[in-house]
C-alpha cells in the first residue's frame, strides 16, 4: 500500500453518506480549509462565490465561461489557477467560482486534481483515496 496516500471517510450530505473531502483552497495566500463534494463526473471543480466572497478573494476577475451542470443548466463561472492541498500534497489547479453552483456544497472535478491522483471511491468501506502519481521525469 502507498503510504502518501490520503484517505477521506464519506460524510452526511443531501441525506446520504457521501464522497466528500476536507482540501486545503490557497485564497489571498491564506489557506482556508473546506469541504468538497468528489465528484468524477464533473469536468470542473467549482466552488461558492459565496465562499470566495466571505474570504475576500475577488473571484469575478478570474476567466469567464459557461459550465454544464448534471441537470443539462449552464451556469456561469470564473475560472482561476490556485494552490489546492489534498492531505500533505500541493498542487495548483484550475478552480471555477460561481454564484450560480445550485446545490450547498463545492464540487471537486477531474480538471488538474485527477492528473496528478489516482482517485479510488471505496463504497463498502465509505471511503475516498488520493494517491499521488510519481513525479515525471
Known sequence: MNTDRVVFRYKPML?????????GLCLNET????????????????????????????FTSGEGLWVKMGDGSLIPVFLH???????????????AFSDRLGIGFHLLGRLDVFDHFRVCFHGREQVVSFEPYPARE
Not at 38 to 57: E, L, N, P, T
Request: glycine residues 10%; aromatic residues 12%; hydrophobic residues 40%.
Open 31 to 58: 489557506w482556508h480549509r473546506t469541504d468538497f463534494y468528489v465528484d468524477s463526473g464533473a469536468a470542473y471543480s467549482i466552488v461558492h462565490g459565496d465562499f470566495a466572497r466571505d474570504v475576500g478573494f475577488e
Open 15 to 23: 441525506g446520504r453518506l457521501s464522497p466528500t473531502a476536507t482540501l
Open 81 to 95: 489557477r490556485v494552490p489546492l492541498q489534498i492531505g500533505p500534497h500541493r498542487i495548483e489547479a484550475r478552480i
